[in-house]
């Protein structure tokens, strides 16, 4: 296909516009032609108020819908990105790709397993390519953590992410208007984000999964749930995560997630074992690890087994320039009929949003431990996969 890719984006709220930011840039690098935007609510899409977010956006040439089958239908678009909250989808996914439009899916790309099996399904069928908003991959830093690994066996991972329900952001999607919660702030709310580690989590699960190379094969997780009381002043969300996922390997994956109110604090731990090693995401990511005959006749230093896996600082693996980067490969991936410069697709990507569903499940299920083939396929967890009417 001759580029640029036209372009449109479905979901004009907080993070539809950090990728109208970068596939504004990635015009006038001539990678992208921006056609379209939808969105239901007519505010969201008026100029003055994308300005706001996106101070070089320009209007020339871009059509705007409040429909996303009439942007489909109305043939200005090669490829769409979905970026709207995981409980809205409503057969976009598989509209477009039936009609030929190339996919790229804003993760969690739907909070029910058998939505996701048929939008995968739809694009399967249609054979556009597709990707998953995992822009974590198109870090260098976590890349080259991921290269180091390649030839190494990891025994654990372990990402532990305190947060705060400060750190959620106020949204744009109008959720008072559809018995949501009233400040729009839809990431404390179970039925909109399906939990944290649905909404969130899903990153840290994902990230494991290319640093290891591997898929996540079981699920183990206890939540503590936030006192009933609270819930109205901050959300309904759990307090406190721990996710324990079994890979096909053998080895281990954990992660914490902390959601407390009024403690405004965010930090991160960061470390995973292989065989003879122990990487920490310093300022540098290193790896302690000693190389000479085993074991030493005196014991080294610290600073003499460290060995710098990515030289630092890194402090952008969410951030703007990842963004654009995942958004370059997919545009390029389909214009230049090259898939390999996508790091995952939606097929690629079940795996770790099934292991985040399901962990709401084990956690349902106390603790059960919920192996993900049988969470895909077993009439056992059909009720759990299914929207609820
Ligand atoms: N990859 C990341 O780092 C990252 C960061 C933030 C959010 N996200 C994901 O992006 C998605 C959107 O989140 P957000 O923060 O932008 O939320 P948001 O509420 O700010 O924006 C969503 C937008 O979608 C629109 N919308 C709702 N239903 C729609 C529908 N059926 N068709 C078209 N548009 C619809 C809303 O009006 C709103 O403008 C979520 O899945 C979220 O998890 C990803």
Known sequence: MAGPLRVGVVGIGQRGLQHVSSLTQLQSEEVVTLAAL???????????????????????????FTSVQEMVDSGSVDAIWFVIPPNQHRGEIEYAAGKGVHIFAEKPQSLWLDDILRQNEAIKKAGVMSTCGFQMR????YTEIRNYLADKWVASMTMISEGAVEGHGVKHTHTEEQGGP?????????????????????????????????????????????????HEAEGDNPIY?????????????????????????????????????TIRLETDYVDYHFEGDWPPEEKPSLDQVRKVVSRGPHDDAMGRRATTDISKAFAEGVTRGKPELLLNTFESSINSLAAVLAA???????GEKIVIDEFVNDDRYAKYRAKPR
Request: aromatic share 14%; glycine share 8%.
């Open 38 to 64: 939808a969105d239901p609510y007519a505010d969201n899409l008026e100029t003055s108020q994308i300005l706001r977010f996106v101070p070089d956006f320009h209007d020339d040439g871009v059509q705007k």
């Open 241 to 277: 995560y721990s996710v324990d996922y079994g890979f096909k390997k053998g080895g281990m994956g954990t992660i914490i997630f902390t959601k407390p109110a009024r403690s405004y604090y965010i930090g991160r731990y960061d470390c995973i074992i292989w065989t003879h090693g």
């Open 360 to 366: 709401n499940v084990s956690n349902e299920l106390g």
């Open 182 to 230: 009233a400040n729009r702030v839809w990431t404390a709310n179970r039925a909109w984000s399906g939990t944290s580690i649905v909404e969130a989590g899903i990153h840290q699960t994902d990230i494991m999964r290319y640093w290891s190379d591997e898929d996540i094969e079981w699920v183990r997780a206890n939540y503590v749930e936030r006192p009933k009381e609270l």
């Open 138 to 141: 198109h870090n260098r830093g």
